[in-house]
């Protein structure tokens, strides 16, 4: 029993590096480097500031990964009474997608290549350079989506789990329930609509509130004692 | 003591462990040299496109022999989640996912090495690039190889520290070998980021993991070959 709040104490706090981290690498970073539509302006930024990419995006999205993957296991622990072969599922999508996130930071790093100014690159013109930077950039964040599209599935099998659970509030579930449909709509938008770039604040809140709510329970309150050993009488 | 009993076999699986290991060790350093170090000449597009045009064959090879890494080290994964199991499932589980997780992103990096292969290999569609730009691809995908090594290398590291802990638990293995993985992960742990953060230690750092890492994947490899676990009968 002790070990199973420590494990929901562990979970809330990695769900919360991770949030601060993306918070750095997916808004805060961009938002300062990237003018959308202005190649040249966006090199020239990422160039003076190489350091701040470094470690703001590459930095905080390797410890994005390695915390992913401990949670993906920790919420399989939490769960796995519920249902062992669906939270094995959740936790081997939550995998994928950190694996998909991985090779995903090969993109920054053709961009930190080609803003170094390597003489290999002499072949082509600073117009040439500068293009090839924003068609890294812009793969990176479709890479990110089909990462996410693994994490939809996730939400979803962690909302129903949870909702069975009974020692999570059921709330925490429909609120996942909510977000994993939030995710969908968003990543078939960027992938189907051309001119679709940011996600709509209707679907980004509730993610968000899902995202914080969770790890928040967690952290405070943990799993309910007397549930979680029904279930473990029941599964033993 | 019970729950390694429920383990069919742990001595042949151990060995089979270990012969997994020495063809690691054969096949890695063989791959490495042969496809990629003895070809790619650092910072210079035009003599890496030479070198490959005139060697084809020893990089198809290098290609074929991380194939053969990236599987052997999907059934390496397997076999400890099973032979650490018994010290705790979730971080066996865990381990696991992280060894997966790295031979997944060593499978998708075979894509730069493709990609580098098609550039100078002349397809006439490739003509509108000038054959100085066509290099310096070329060579931006072969660089962007050895950055995702820093990237499986992390989830590696990880891997290390985790299976380091619980084959010092395990009652399979002498305590020594786990200390000995777990300097190993340090190590990785240590390029990886090192690698990312301070890029001009670079070559500092990979003498480090070297120093740290090789000692102990050789020790556990005898071990594996020649004990393979302790105090265990063959066929049980």
Redesign the interface.
């Given at each position: 029993m002790k070990s199973i709040q420590r494990n929901a104490r562990l979970a809330g706090v990695l769900y919360l590096v991770i949030t601060v981290f993306a918070v750095v690498a997916h808004m805060y970073i961009p938002s300062t480097l990237i003018v959308p539509g202005d190649a040249a302006a966006t090199v020239e930024n990422i160039t003076q500031s190489e350091m701040l990419f470094r470690v703001g995006s590459v930095g905080s999205e390797l410890i994005i990964l390695l915390s992913e993957l401990v949670l993906a296991i920790l919420l399989y622990v939490l769960l796995k009474p519920v249902n062992k072969t669906l939270s094995l599922i959740a936790a081997v999508s939550r995998l994928i997608m950190t694996t998909i996130h991985g090779f995903n930071l090969i993109n920054y790093f053709f961009i930190l290549t080609l803003v170094s100014g390597a003489g290999f690159l002499s072949g082509f013109g600073a117009g040439q350079i500068n293009s090839l930077v924003m068609l890294f950039l812009e793969a990176h964040s479709y890479g990110f989506t089909i990462g996410i599209a693994f994490l939809t599935i996730h939400v979803l099998l962690l909302g129903y789990l949870i909702i069975k659970s009974g020692y999570f509030p059921k709330i925490l579930g429909i609120l996942f329930l909510i977000a994993g449909l939030g995710y969908v709509i968003d990543s078939f938008s960027l992938l189907l609509l051309p001119g679709y770039t940011t996600t709509p604040i209707y679907i980004a809140i509730p993610i968000a509130i899902s995202e914080i709510a969770f790890p928040l329970w967690l952290l405070i309150k943990g799993v309910n004692k007397e549930k979680w050993q029904e279930w473990n009488k029941q599964t033993a | 003591m019970n729950e390694i009993e429920n383990i069919k076999n742990p001595k042949k699986m151990a060995r089979i462990a270990g012969v997994l290991y020495l063809i690691i060790f054969i096949v890695y350093p063989l791959a490495s040299f042969l496809g990629k170090s003895q070809i790619i000449v650092p910072?210079?597009?035009m003599a890496t496109a030479k070198n490959i045009l005139e060697n084809e064959t020893l990089f198809r090879i290098g290609i074929a022999g991380e194939t053969i890494i990236f599987l052997v080290e999907l059934i390496l994964a397997g076999i400890f989640y099973e032979l650490l199991k018994p010290v705790s499932t979730?971080l066996s589980?865990?381990s696991a996912?992280?060894r997966?997780?790295e031979a997944?992103?060593q499978a998708?990096?075979l894509l730069?090495s493709i990609l580098a292969l098609l550039l100078v290999s002349g397809g006439a569609y490739l003509t509108v690039f000038?054959p100085?730009?066509l290099?310096?691809l070329m060579?931006?995908f072969m660089?962007?190889f050895n950055?995702?090594i820093i990237?499986?290398g992390?989830?590696f590291g990880?891997h290390l520290l985790l299976m380091g802990y619980l084959v010092a638990k395990s009652d399979l293995f002498p305590k020594f070998l786990g200390i000995l993985l777990i300097l190993g992960g340090v190590g990785y742990l240590l390029q990886?980021?090192g690698t990312?953060?301070l890029p001009q230690f670079e070559t500092l750092l990979a003498t480090i993991v070297l120093i740290l890492a090789t000692p102990s994947e050789l020790a556990f490899t005898l071990y594996l070959l020649i004990k393979g676990v302790k105090g265990q009968k063959l066929s049980q």
């Open positions: - | 910072g210079n597009a979730s589980l865990a996912f992280a997966v997780a997944i992103i998708v990096n730069p000038s100085e730009q290099n310096a060579l931006l660089d962007s950055f995702m990237v499986w992390f989830f990880f990886s980021f990312f953060l």
